[in-house]
């Protein structure tokens, strides 16, 4: 009976972290539509109206959510770090759509997997984590993937090139501060996330206005819902199965942005690019795997009491 129940427990297991998988691989597959969809929409309207339009319709979806819940919203811990994720986050995905109005969305996808490697040495930097010299010599070896692809030249050097990492050195920030605030529910971190781009495009749209057809707020409104949609289904995954387990499929996010730039835009990956992004997921994985593996080793130091 005991050895009846141990199986089930393990294929149990296997199932769970099986759906994490395939929901983080949806999730990603999600984002990447969402992202060359913003990058269609952006050649017509401005940053900011579709970071507007696009918050109204995540807000339209997630409203009857808000509402059950609408208790949680009351008492929200650290209130100045949650105004600083918002605006980390805001500045993240404006920056995002911006580099995309003159880079490939594969080029701007290959910066932006520098993330887990910007994660890991701010978290040594800012929260004072101790990381070993591997994963140090993993980080310096991303950093130079990320030179690759830049091709770092007085040509290459370009003001869209440096919003991208911009770009992506805040949305690491924004993971960390994310961190912190673990114990905040979900609903309440999406709906400031979405609330902090509605407010960034009301603050800037009206500038450069452009009244929408009924076919671009269809466009608008399947923006919003594929990024609700795709939030949902990472915060699900990340509760069924560990982050180290994942976390590491979002680096498929670059084989979605190269067949999307080259389907619906046309773009060719250039050679650095593709030799940039191999290096940089290389380290980040490696810097996925050692931090489980470290965790492996702790867990057997200190067993639970």
């Known amino acids: ?17 099986l759906a994490g998988i395939l929901l983080m691989l949806t999730a990603v597959a999600m984002f990447a539509f969402g992202d ?51 605006v980390l986050s805001t500045l993240e995905i404006a920056a995002f759509f911006l580099a995309t109005v003159y880079l490939p969305l594969a080029d701007v996808v290959t910066y932006y997997q520098a993330t887990p490697i910007f994660v890991t040495a701010l ?36 003001w869209p090139a440096m919003i991208a990492l911009g770009g992506s050195l805040a949305f690491s920030c924004s993971l960390l501060t994310t961190r912190l605030l673990r114990t905040t529910p979900d609903i309440v971190l999406a709906s400031v996330q979405f609330a902090g781009g509605l407010v960034f495009g009301l603050s800037i749209a009206p500038a450069g206005w452009v009244t929408p057809t009924w076919n671009s ?59 940039g992004a191999v290096v940089i997921i290389g380290a980040g994985l490696y810097i996925f795997l050692r931090e489980r593996q470290l965790g492996r080793e702790k867990a057997e130091i200190s067993p639970p009491a």
């Open 217 to 275: 707020l269809v466009l608008f409104f399947a923006a919003g819902a594929i990024s609700a949609c795709a939030l949902f289904c990472v915060n699900r995954s990340l509760k069924l199965a560990p982050a180290s387990t994942v976390v590491p499929y979002q680096y498929t996010m670059i084989v979605w942005a190269v067949a999307f730039g080259y389907v619906v835009f046309g773009d060719v990956p250039q050679l650095s690019t593709a030799v």
């Open 123 to 158: 978290s040594a930097l800012v929260l004072g984590e101790r990381i070993g010299w591997r994963r140090w010599s993993a980080i310096l070896i991303g950093f130079g993937g990320v030179l690759i692809a830049l091709q770092p030249s007085a040509q290459t050097i370009t």
């Open 36 to 86: 060359a969809l913003g990058k269609y929409i952006v050649a017509t309207y401005s940053v900011g109206q579709l970071m507007l339009l696009r918050s109204c319709a995540a807000f339209m979806l997630m409203g009857p959510s808000i509402w059950r819940r609408r208790a949680e919203f009351r008492h929200m811990d650290r209130p100045r770090l949650q105004l600083l994720r918002v």
């Open 1 to 17: 009976m005991n050895l009846r129940a141990t199986i089930s427990s393990v294929s149990d297991d296997r199932s769970t972290r």
